[in-house]
């Protein structure tokens, strides 16, 4: 299945050598939503083998077309991108890979769309790179080569995106609920706070500076309900679990809010 307008994205590799960079795009090619793919001229080009490699791929595989120039692979298209590991001598439209995605995306609407990439050892010729609108540079670190495949790849996923539109929620977990009320956190921390008042933990330390820094982080971590509930818990239990030691020592019990502070302590 297609995404949009993916369905007019071609992808067409230059005098590919290697048959498992073949496979390895064509692999890509079915995570990303793209169907159409031309070979001009590979070195070997083993439809079994490459299944082996790409799994459940016969559709794609079937599909593939084979040029013997680069012109009559790009011929019926309306746009071409072609890509670089580094700007050329020649001035060209340089972009990087989102923003060529954009454009192809937005230039499939219109008719058929190429993406170009060159041989594994030298990449596309200046020839080739006369054929495109626009050329892509994926940037790197000072080793600027990438397998034909991992550029292949870059380049399918922010096309994905792209046409894709609004990105989705991700998934959350089956037990997600709804964010807590600030009445409801309030009782988070009223549970976290007795927790540490039991274990006296604010022994040397100013309660409503841990107590400030605690809001600080759980506000940051955005709980859900239950998220906060459990938090809540922890504090309770701590503290009733160290109350019933004190009362079976014969101690005196701890309060359940703690000690309270002074008005100028509060948070």
Known sequence: ??????????????????????????????????????????????????????????????????????????????????????????????????????????????????????????????????????????????????????????????TFLAAEGPAEELPRGRRATRPPTQAELEVTYRGLRQGLQAIDFFKARKPSAIMRTLRTLVARAQPDLREAKLLGAIGFETGHYIGRLGAGQGEEPIPPEGERESPSDTP
Request: glycine content about 6%.
């Open 1 to 158: 299945m297609t995404v949009g307008s993916l369905s007019r994205v071609v992808i067409v590799l230059d005098h590919p050598q290697n048959v498992v960079n073949i496979a390895g795009v064509i692999r890509l090619m079915m995570n990303f939503g793209l169907s159409r793919l031309r070979l001009v001229r590979p070195d070997e080009f083993d439809p079994h083998r490459i299944e082996g490699i790409a799994h459940r791929s016969a559709f794609l595989i079937e599909a593939t077309t084979l040029h013997d120039t680069l012109g009559d692979a790009v011929a019926d298209c309306t746009w071409v991108l072609g890509t670089t590991a580094r700007p050329r001598t020649a001035g060209r439209n340089y972009v990087r890979p989102r923003e060529a995605a954009q454009a192809v995306v937005r230039n499939a609407t219109d008719g058929d769309v190429a993406v170009l990439f060159g041989r594994e050892d030298k990449g596309l010729s200046n020839d080739a790179l006369d054929l495109c609108h626009a050329v892509a540079i994926i940037p790197t670190s000072e080793y600027s080569s990438l397998n034909l495949a991992q550029a292949a790849l870059v380049i399918a996923y922010e």
